[in-house]
């Protein structure tokens, strides 16, 4: 099984800065099969970015994602009041699909 | 537009089974996999297992093995997800997910609690 490390835990930035988000897998991660999610309390997860740095369809382009093998970033600039969520990252290249535990980000 | 919603929340007592559905609308049912992940409170997500609408098959992870079914009804385009001898950690907040690709998920259901209590 994948294991995926998040970091920072917790993240506390104010409006209009940039936030980077980490994860780290175990082992590669085939493919860049890599997913990101943002969680508002009390909400499903919604999806951000797929194949490491696709966005999804909606998602501002303040919303980017990069990385390859076990390392990969998500990059949110300018960031705004309603970003404050949980972010989770995914890998689906290899069974069982595993999430990494979150990063919370916290808006000043 | 695309659309999941689940049954509402429950309250099983250790031992029991639940079975928690996921209506699906707004797209072909059985050109998408639909993947079930819980949520146990203020925890992160953990993925239990898909369905291919089309043929029905499924694949679990192992810790689920066993206890873990899911089936799906065409006639209704709704999934079902049947967990039996419900523990105390198993509750949690259920979503079921729609695969758009390679095991990426959108949209997600809204998800159902399961609480197992005494």
């Known amino acids: 099984e994948i294991e995926l490390t998040q970091s920072p835990g917790t993240l506390s930035l104010s409006p209009g800065e940039r936030a980077t988000l980490s994860c780290r897998a175990s082992q590669s991660v085939s493919s860049s099969h890599l997913a990101w999610y943002q969680q508002k309390p009390g909400q499903a997860p919604r999806l951000l970015i797929y194949g490491a740095s696709s966005r999804a369809t909606g998602i501002p382009d303040r919303f980017s994602g990069i990385g390859s093998g076990t390392d990969f970033t998500l990059t949110i600039s300018r960031l705004e009041p309603e970003d404050c969520a949980v972010y989770y990252c995914q890998q689906y290249g290899t069974l069982p699909y595993t999430f990494g535990q979150g990063t919370k980000l916290e808006i000043k | 537009q695309v659309q999941l919603v689940q049954s509402g929340a429950e309250v099983k007592k250790p031992g029991a089974s639940v079975k928690v559905s996921c209506k699906t609308s707004?797209?072909?049912?059985?050109?998408?996999?639909i993947h079930w992940v819980r949520q146990a409170p203020g925890q992160g997500l953990e993925w239990m297992g898909w369905i291919n609408p089309n043929s029905g098959g499924t694949n679990f992870a192992q810790k689920f093995q066993g206890r873990f079914t899911v089936t799906r009804d065409t006639s209704t385009t709704t999934v079902y997800m049947e967990l039996t001898r419900l523990r105390s950690d198993d509750t949690a907040v259920y979503y079921c997910?729609?695969?758009?690709?390679?095991?990426?998920?959108?949209?997600w259901g809204q998800g159902t609690l399961v609480i197992v209590s005494s």
């Open positions: 707004g797209y072909t049912f059985s050109g998408y996999y």
């Open positions: 997910a729609r695969d758009i690709g390679w095991g990426w998920f959108d949209p």
